[in-house]
């Protein structure tokens, strides 16, 4: 499994994904979630992976072709779009379409193959927004309400995100909302694992402000990890009933 | 769905349901999904359920029918087998039956039908023992590495029990765990609902010690349930990433 979370706030978005990629329990690997399209100033696309490894890579390796394909226009680039909500489009109906040609080839197995997406960025002069595409090529996009979208294990780290993010949260708070997301999904499934990938994205600089690697044994990451543990026992112990 | 979890410590088992039933959004309705059986100082079982309803029903009244049966016996009645073991053995064996029948009733249709159980007691002499009675009947135990069990929409529930239940745990911090564990999974899932019903059997009673309903307007649970958002906003604005 995996888990990739993206806030959309006021301030950017702010992109974490972990990087563990699994065929069974004796076959783990690390494989890169998180993909960064730039063109600094003008358009950022980040996009962030779950699912199916062969239809992930299979779908960016495509739209990385369409890109440099001398034929590329706003139809068939992401690069090239008008707007986030066109570049939307085009990766979902490039993931549907992967989708369906590797469903076809495992369905003689009688299995199935399936995958999920988060998509954020911005263009120059267009609104920075959010999507979540679904396998089949339809996509919701985050809202003031709901400013936050998640893929794959995503149980174990929402009730922290329920509780502290709001589209007010600034980029520090949001960086350290999404990393104690990510850690109460280690620690609870051993099917998300480290690596991380962070990406912060300031709004309108349509470029990417941060870009973090966070390796396993990062003194940082560990310290806020035992600092969250503590401050729970501590509130836990706090509590009266 | 459910939530439903229990704890087996050195002083004794805690557990806790919700009870919140749906077929659909808009067919919301209430049923308790615990179920005591006891013989006070003798004997104590206690049956969480999480699954279809029809079938969880239809277990607990036949394995009701069996203790009151006049040829029960210690291989049919869960109140009268010599040990724990034996009694899971029992209720396995009905939730499996019960579930075929139904599951061949309903493959007309082209669905199916599922259940499992978590299965708390004591028997005067015995040890005090807790099963996960899976649909098919198996069965695992909690053991000192793994000292709780869920059943239902676990995962929100599962880092909070993670991070401060072992075996040590006192049966009120036992208590203020699951209550916190389903507060998070009740704000992150809108088929976990309320009322919620606890008990708790102190370790060699042999009967429930406490037994609580929880009711959607519990003044006590509400404080604790804001007590518990405080503690995790003021933690959350403590760390440093």
């Not at 992109?15 to 003008?42: C, H, Q, V, W």
């Not at 706003?74 to 986030?84: G, R, V, Y």
């Not at 690596?195 to 310290?223: H, N, Q, S, Y």
């Amino acid at each position: 499994m995996t888990y990739c979370v993206g806030l959309l706030l006021n301030d950017g978005a702010v992109l974490l994904s972990d990087t563990r990629t699994n065929a069974g329990f004796d076959n783990i690997a690390i494989y890169r979630k998180m993909f960064i399209f730039e063109e600094p100033g003008e358009r950022v696309i980040t996009i962030l992976t779950a699912g199916s490894l062969s239809v992930t890579q299979t779908t960016i390796a495509r739209l990385r072709d369409a890109m440099n394909h001398p034929d590329a226009d706003e139809d068939s680039s992401i690069m090239k779009a008008p707007t986030m909500l066109k570049a939307a489009e085009i990766i979902g109906n490039m993931l549907a379409k992967v989708r369906a040609d590797i469903d076809d080839k495992l369905s003689a197995m009688r299995q199935g193959a399936s995958a999920s997406l988060i998509v954020a960025g911005q263009r120059k002069g267009g609104e920075m927004r959010m999507f979540l595409i679904y396998p089949e090529g339809n996509f919701i996009e985050a809202t003031e309400d709901t400013p936050f979208l998640q893929i794959g294990e995503h149980k174990y780290g929402k009730p922290i995100l329920d509780r502290v993010v709001n589209m007010d949260t600034t980029l520090a708070d949001a960086q350290k909302a999404v990393l104690l997301s990510m850690d109460s999904t280690l620690r609870s499934n051993l099917s998300v694992g480290m690596p991380l990938d962070m990406a912060v994205i300031e709004r309108d600089a349509c470029r990417v402000t941060l870009r973090r690697r966070i390796e396993a044994g990062d003194e940082g990451f560990r310290a806020m990890s035992e600092g969250w543990s503590q401050a729970l026992r501590d509130g836990f112990s706090q509590i009266k009933i």
